[in-house]
Each structure stands twice: as structure tokens, then as C-alpha cells.
């Protein structure tokens, strides 16, 4: 049985802080325009659009190449999921190392996924939205390894600029 977003919420400690850019998730400045988390405490539409770039870089199926090509921000196709594979990139490419196998199985165990096994978009968005209330911090350097700014904008690297995915590439390219 998976659990919802909703479930996994928790309460903050101090709700009646008059300070909402103090709270995780929402200590950006305010002169940046963009939150990772709404007043609700779910995941932004701005930070959902992050996320569904960061996902599709390494779903199964890949979405389009022509989105990636022209620079757009890709969104992951009907029905994505994160393989075991998709899972290890993401989180190297992350955190510079996969996940060991004890956080393979909570993530298993306790986020949305198919029923191989697979994570959902909807199960990578738990994660940040989990990740996000206890460390804000550690979603705004996820966003940076994946070329985003604090204005969630989608920068040019030298490692986008240079390195393209063998998976959207024919051999006749």
C-alpha cells in the first residue's frame, strides 16, 4: 500500500511562527520570488517543475530528445518511472555516490512506486518534499548539482554544455 504526500507531512514544531520565510522550505529570500515549498507545505509548482526536469534526465521511457535539444525543460512521459539503474544515476550524479542498500529499501518501502519496484514521479516528489521540510539546504544543492539556481532557473554548466546522454543519441549522430 503506498502512502500519500498528505501522510507523510509532518506538523512543524513551531506552526505558530510569525516568520514564514524561517520555516524549511521557504527561507528563501523573499526578493527571489520562488519558495520550495507553498504555505501548505507542499512541494511549489516551481520546484515541481525542477523536479520533473531532474526525474526525466532519468526515467524510463526518456522523454523526447527535441526537448533537450533546444533547452527547454524536459517533463517525463506518461507513466515514468526510476528504474534500479535510473535510481543508482540519479543519485551519483546527485550525491556523488548511489544510495546504499538500506536507503534503496525505505525509498521502496515507504514512497510511491510501480509494482516492479520502480519509483513513481509521484514517489520522487515525496522525497523532496520529505527532504525539503528537514533540509532545505540539501534540496537547494540537489538543484544545484542538476543546474538550478535560487531562482529555480535552469543554468548552463560546463557539464550540460559538454556531456550528452548516450541514451537520446543514435549511432548515426
Known amino acids: 500500500?503506498?502512502?500519500d504526500i498528505e501522510e507523510l507531512r509532518t506538523q512543524s514544531p513551531r506552526p505558530e511562527t510569525p516568520e514564514p520565510d524561517s520555516r524549511q522550505g521557504r527561507r528563501n529570500p523573499r526578493e527571489a520570488g520562488v519558495q520550495l515549498?507553498?504555505?501548505?507545505?507542499?512541494?511549489?509548482?516551481?520546484?515541481e517543475s525542477c523536479l520533473k526536469h531532474v526525474f526525466a534526465k532519468y526515467c524510463t521511457p526518456r522523454p523526447g530528445a527535441a526537448a533537450q535539444k533546444r533547452g527547454e525543460l524536459l517533463e517525463p512521459p506518461e507513466g515514468a518511472f526510476l528504474s534500479a539503474e535510473g535510481l543508482d544515476a540519479?543519485?551519483?550524479?546527485?550525491?556523488?555516490?548511489?544510495?546504499?542498500?538500506?536507503?534503496?529499501?525505505?525509498?521502496l518501502e515507504f514512497m510511491d512506486v510501480t509494482e516492479d519496484g520502480g519509483l513513481t514521479f509521484k514517489g520522487f516528489m515525496q522525497v523532496y518534499q520529505l527532504?525539503?521540510?528537514n533540509d532545505e539546504e540539501e534540496t537547494w544543492r540537489d538543484l544545484a548539482a542538476h543546474g538550478f539556481d535560487r531562482t529555480l532557473r535552469l543554468v548552463a554548466t560546463r557539464r550540460e554544455d559538454s556531456d550528452v546522454?548516450?541514451?537520446?543519441?543514435?549511432?548515426?549522430?
Open 1 to 3: 500500500m503506498h502512502r
Open 37 to 47: 515549498l507553498d504555505d501548505d507545505g507542499a512541494v511549489s509548482v516551481q520546484l
Open 90 to 107: 540519479w543519485a551519483r550524479d546527485t550525491n556523488g555516490a548511489p544510495f546504499d542498500e538500506a536507503t534503496k529499501e525505505e525509498i
Open 131 to 133: 527532504q525539503t521540510e
Open 165 to 173: 546522454d548516450p541514451r537520446l543519441t543514435s549511432p548515426t549522430s
